[in-house]
């Protein structure tokens, strides 16, 4: 059954077979500053080595500076295969933040319209109440139907649409009246 991970070098394969398909999908270009395309360009040459490998799982096992802000990383994964990743940003830093929220996910092409993404930022969404994080902020491009449906089976109130992003305002704790 998937569950939400600290990143583990037991998905190496996997991990790696997901890298590929989202450099195959244009992930990693030069200026591209999501957290997937600064490690393909900082490590996808190299990461076939155990080794790098090892270092680039303890930098993300820690709590690291993704381009905006501190943020804990967690692996979604089934067994070892490694379906996806997600960020919690445990701040909303000026001038990015307030553009791309809280959370960020990404599910690996081959494995997307499955539930994945949902399962992700629903089983995410403990961890950033216990970071003293409610509601969060989530972000997704306008065009991102799959991305906004997500959001929204996650209980995401939709804030106000800002430079082409929609975006949403996720509670993370308990609803009133629910223990």
Not at 35 to 55: C, H, K, N, T
């Amino acid at each position: 059954m998937p569950e939400l991970i600290a990143p583990d070098i037991r998905v190496h394969a996997s991990c790696i077979a997901a890298m590929e398909e989202f450099r195959a999908e244009g992930r990693g270009a030069p200026g591209e500053i999501s957290s997937i395309g600064l490690a393909i360009r900082e490590y996808g040459d190299w990461w076939q080595d155990p080794a790098v490998f090892a270092e680039f799982v303890a930098r993300v096992q820690t709590l690291t500076p993704d381009p905006i802000a501190l943020c804990t990383t967690l692996w979604y994964v089934d067994g070892d295969t490694y379906l996806g990743r997600l960020a919690i940003r445990h701040e909303l830093t000026p001038p990015w933040g307030d553009f791309i929220g809280h959370i960020g996910y990404d599910v690996r092409p081959t494995a997307r319209r499955r539930g994945h993404a949902t399962a992700m930022l629903r089983a995410a969404l403990p961890v950033a109440y216990g970071l003293g994080l409610d509601p969060v902020l989530v972000t997704c491009d306008v065009p991102n139907v799959a991305s906004r449906k997500v959001i929204e089976a996650c209980g995401g109130r939709f804030a106000d649409q800002m430079d082409g992003k929609l975006r949403y305002w996720v509670p993370t704790g308990c609803e009133p009246g629910i223990k």
